[in-house]
């Protein structure tokens, strides 16, 4: 063997390694192959290559599933307040239309919470070895 062939095996080297960064650096990025990277057991978050990616993934992964908790959570309709007003009176009740103010607010950031805890706790794990 010729002492330039490990010189040109490793700049061939390099060079393919660089060409392959370049060209699927932004893959990290796509929306769909990051959440499907976070949530496969075999790679979690170190099927990244930037960290930051992975901290990306997952906050938009968090996102996602608190707004499916919270439109699973619209889908019930909410309870009225009985009002104690009299035929008279305009059908207004105050403390109804808080209530229910509160309620979605506190419904909001139990989706939130909820979906954050979960996915922190799936992250948590090690990552299977197949």
């Known amino acids: 063997m010729c002492p330039n062939g490990s010189f040109y095996g490793a700049t061939l080297a390099n060079h393919l390694k660089n ?6 650096s ?3 990025k796509v929306n769909s192959l990051s959440v499907a990277t976070i949530l496969d057991p075999r790679f979690k978050q170190a ?13 938009r992964l968090t996102q996602e ?3 499916l908790i919270d439109g699973s959570a619209e ?11 009299t035929a008279g009176e305009e059908n207004y ?26 996915i922190q706790s799936q992250n948590r ?5 197949s």
Not at 47 to 59: I, K, L, P, R
Not at 75 to 85: G, M, Y
Not at 125 to 129: A, E, L, Y
Request: glycine share 4%.
């Open 19 to 24: 060409t392959l960064n370049e060209k699927f």
């Open 26 to 28: 932004g893959l990290e």
């Open 47 to 59: 099927g990244f290559t930037n960290q930051s990616n992975a901290q990306a993934a997952v906050e």
């Open 65 to 67: 599933c608190a707004s």
């Open 75 to 85: 889908d019930v309709p909410l309870e009225t307040a009985t009002t104690s007003a």
């Open 93 to 118: 009740n105050l403390w109804a239309l808080l209530d229910n103010y509160v309620e979605s607010q506190h419904r909001t950031s139990s989706a939130s919470a909820s979906a954050a805890v979960e």
């Open 125 to 129: 794990g090690s990552q299977i070895i």
